[in-house]
T-cell receptor, first 120, second 111 residues
């Protein structure tokens, strides 16, 4: 159990276009999902916390109009990078925290495999 | 603001040797995580430590937590090449409902 998927696993897009990344918890429900960005040889930086049915909470310095997050259900959150630029090229990782109603530990965050975005 | 410091940032060690990675954090927390990341991959959960004095072991890795000292350690025993990876600690901020990651320790185990 506790599998989180991301789609796509990698994407190349042209500057100025928008890209949507999906994060799904496959075998559990997640009230909260997190979106991280990781540049090469750096740590994970939290971009936003997404709660099902409510607006995402963005970290300081993250443009909410550029990185649109939608958490429409207990198993799906999406991150849309709008008007992407080369500096948005990065490894985007989501994680999901199980709801208390599941048999999984609500202390854990289960990470997706990541999406590598390259903007040309 | 919660700050998390890991050291060392880079560690090169020979197979068979022991070493410890340290994770210091700046404010009170009741939850600390250790993760492993292989190049080009996402995170793999290693340990979650939930209380002062907690110790967990899995194979050649052992993690401990001292909440009073705000310190966690990840001890590597008799390192093998397969342990080469980057290891992150992450400290959970209960009030904020989120974790802050350390900078990571890149471990290279040489024959």
């Amino acid at each position: 159990g506790a599998v989180v998927s991301q789609h796509p696993s990698w994407v190349i897009c042209k500057s100025g276009t928008s890209v949507k990344i999906e994060c799904r918890s496959l075998d559990f429900q997640a009230t909260t999902m997190f979106w991280y960005r990781q540049f090469p040889k750096q740590s994970l930086m939290l971009m936003a916390t997404s709660n099902e049915g409510s607006k995402a909470t963005y970290e300081q310095g993250v443009e909410k109009d550029k990185f649109l997050i939608n958490h429409a259900s207990l198993t799906l959150s999406t991150l849309t990078v709008t008007s992407a630029h080369p500096e948005d090229s990065s490894f985007y990782i989501c994680s999901a925290r199980p709801t208390p109603r599941t048999s999984l530990s609500s202390y854990e965050q289960y990470f997706g495999p990541g999406t590598r975005l390259t903007v040309t | 603001e919660l700050k998390v410091e890991q050291n060392p940032l880079f560690l090169s060690m020979q197979e068979g040797k022991n070493y410890t990675i340290y994770c210091n954090y700046s404010t009170t927390s009741d939850r600390l995580y250790w993760y492993r990341q292989d190049p080009g991959k996402s995170l793999e959960s290693l340990f979650v430590l939930l209380s002062n004095g907690a110790v967990k072991q899995e194979g050649r890795l052992m993690a401990s937590l001292d909440t009073k000292a705000r310190l966690s350690t990840l001890h590597i025993t008799a390192a093998v090449h397969d342990l080469s990876a980057t290891y992150f600690c992450a400290v959970y901020n209960t009030n904020a409902g989120k974790s802050t990651f350390g900078d990571g320790t890149t471990l290279t185990v040489k024959p």
